[in-house]
């Protein structure tokens, strides 16, 4: 793999695996990152596309090569064609479902009440909760919690 600045390009992108969206979000966080490392990140459009395509790997490649886009030379802007792989590569939510994940989710006998307080605003985070999130992780707390006392507390 060629080095610039004696700085190894990231992996490429694994688009096999199970968890596609967090390969995306890591490769993309990194390969940000390697642009401002080596100094192309104030460059012009076309060079940005250009050296993501260059290691994003064969696979990805293909997918970018498949994308329809809205005007023509979105295909030769970063920000478009990032836009494009987020697309690609985050699943589609249920938002139902993951509402139900979150509303029926009580706290687990070994779990502590910070542990049960962070599942539930990792939880909350793909239910589309707006600003509702806070008084709804609230309220799950109340009605989720295990201890009877720490319950009464709360209410």
Same mark, same amino acid.
Request: aromatic share 10%; hydrophobic share 35%; charged share 30%.
């Given at each position: 793999m060629?080095m610039?600045?004696?700085?190894i390009?990231?992996?490429t992108?694994?688009?096999?695996s199970?968890?596609? *969206?967090?390969n995306?979000k890591?490769? %993309?966080?990194?390969?940000l990152?390697?642009?401002?490392? #080596?100094g192309? *990140?104030?460059?012009e459009?076309a ?7 260059? #290691? #994003?790997?064969n696979?990805a490649f !293909?997918v970018y090569?498949t994308f329809v886009?809205?005007?023509v030379?979105?295909? %030769?802007?970063i920000a478009k064609v990032?836009?494009?792989? !987020?697309?690609?590569c985050?699943?589609r %939510?249920?938002?139902t479902?993951e509402?139900?994940i979150?509303?029926t989710?009580a706290q687990e006998?070994s779990?502590?009440i910070?542990?049960y ?6 939880? *909350?985070?793909?239910?589309?909760f707006g600003?509702?999130r ?5 309220e799950r707390i109340?009605l989720?919690?295990?201890n009877? %006392?720490i ?5």
């Open positions: 060629a610039h600045f004696g700085l390009p990231p992996q992108l694994d688009l096999n199970v968890n596609v *969206s967090a995306w890591r490769f %993309k966080q990194r390969y990152n390697y642009e401002i490392a #080596i192309i *990140s104030g460059k459009d060079t940005r596309v250009a050296t993501l395509l260059t #290691i #994003i790997g696979e !293909d090569n886009w809205a005007t030379g979105d295909c %030769k802007k990032l836009e494009k792989f !987020d697309e690609h985050e699943p %939510k249920n938002v479902y509402r139900y979150f509303f989710r006998t779990e502590t910070d542990q307080v962070t599942t539930l605003k990792r939880l *909350s985070d793909t239910c589309e600003t509702l806070d008084t709804l992780i609230k109340v989720g919690v295990k009877q %006392k319950c009464e507390r709360l209410l």
